[in-house]
């Protein structure tokens, strides 16, 4: 029974101190009876035999309650530096490149979501404060927006400064990529409207985030080499996602999301009150694009969108906030 528990608990020198102690206290008995009765110690000598099983049976289960012990201390361990290393990394993709190995930097095509989200007036809200003020900001930002994006299943796939890239969809698509996208851009335009009337509230200047929006086909994988991997998505939609962002910033906008997500998300439009805009032509872009809009901004845009040159393309860069232009082309 001292055996069982002390294997049960995985205490491997618990096992081997019953199981010595035991035998150590029999073997004392046998030598010492002799002296008091010779028929005790006859009686005793044949039970030598189960002494040694137990003796070895004692030594095998220290073996196994040992490496037991240690494989499940790794295994602690390794989920410790996987719960640590998710900090750093979404935790959908800590899993994949956990379980695929040098497998998951094999690239593939795939339809994605993605999500670009930029504070508005970054430089005018910071320039004044310490480096110290800045992080904390900075962190609190983050959190802010990080919360809802999680929560609608997308993956943050980098910050640049005060711009967050999501992806919905990687490492696996599913039929509700662009729907999760969109309730997390409102999402996201919501927890830092709160964040804003909280600073207000403080004395502390407002924040304003804009968002755009878009879906189609993406190369997913891990680019780098064996010093150091960073997994992403890349192919025209990210650049496209970036674009409308930037236009979102030129025309005042907080959400502008294409139509592309729309058309993957269907009845969400009327869910979330979106109205079309006229087609607009973006940034790099030879074609137009169509966006959708929250219907209480549209109303402010609609004398820019009865504009006849609104389909002209724009040969000048159009004004965008801090940081709508810094994001890489993928």
Same mark, same amino acid.
């Given at each position: ?25 029999? /073997? ?5 009876? !002799?002296?008091? &009765? ?5 009686? =005793? +000598?044949?039970?030598? %035999? ?115 890239? /999501? ?5 696996? !698509?599913?039929? &509700? ?5 969109? =309730? +997390?851009?409102?999402? %996201? ?142």
């Amino acid at each position: 029974m001292f055996l069982a528990t002390a294997a049960v608990r995985h205490r491997p020198y618990l096992v081997l101190y019953s199981g010595g102690l035991f035998v150590a206290g029999w /073997a004392g008995i046998w030598i010492w009876v !002799p002296a008091a &009765d010779a028929r005790l110690a006859q009686a =005793l +000598a044949t039970d030598l %035999a189960r002494l040694a099983v137990v003796g070895l049976v004692a030594f095998a289960l220290f073996i196994a309650v040992s490496r037991a012990r240690s494989t499940l201390v790794k295994s602690i361990t390794e989920a410790r530096l996987r719960a640590n290393l998710s900090r750093y990394f979404s935790p959908q993709v800590v899993d994949r490149l956990a379980h695929a190995g040098h497998a998951a930097r094999a690239f593939r095509s795939q339809k994605a979501a993605i999500l670009f989200a930029d504070l508005r007036g970054f430089t005018a809200l910071t320039e004044k404060m310490p480096a110290e003020e800045v992080a904390a900001f900075l962190n609190e930002y983050r959190r802010r927006i990080t919360e809802p994006i999680i929560s609608h299943r997308g993956v943050i796939d980098k910050f640049i400064g005060d711009g967050v890239m /999501a992806v919905f969809g990687v490492p696996q !698509p599913g039929p &509700d990529d662009a729907r999760d996208a969109m =309730l +997390a851009g409102v999402g %996201a335009l919501s927890a830092i409207a709160e964040w804003s009337r909280e600073r207000t509230a403080q004395g502390l200047p407002p924040v304003r985030i804009g968002v755009g929006i878009h879906h189609g086909d993406v190369i997913a994988g891990a680019l780098g080499d064996e010093n150091r991997l960073e997994y992403t998505v890349i192919g025209d939609p990210v650049n496209t996602a970036t674009r409308i962002e930037a236009e979102a910033a030129s025309l005042g906008a907080s959400l502008l999301i294409s139509a592309e997500v729309v058309d993957a998300a269907p009845g969400m439009d009327g869910e979330l009150h979106l109205v079309a805009l006229s087609p607009r032509f973006l940034r790099g872009r030879s074609r137009p694009v169509r966006l959708y809009q929250p219907k209480a901004e549209a109303k402010a845009m609609s004398a820019s969108d009865e504009n006849p040159m609104a389909l002209e393309p724009q040969l000048s860069e159009p004004p965008a906030s801090d940081g709508a232009n810094r994001w890489p082309m993928k």
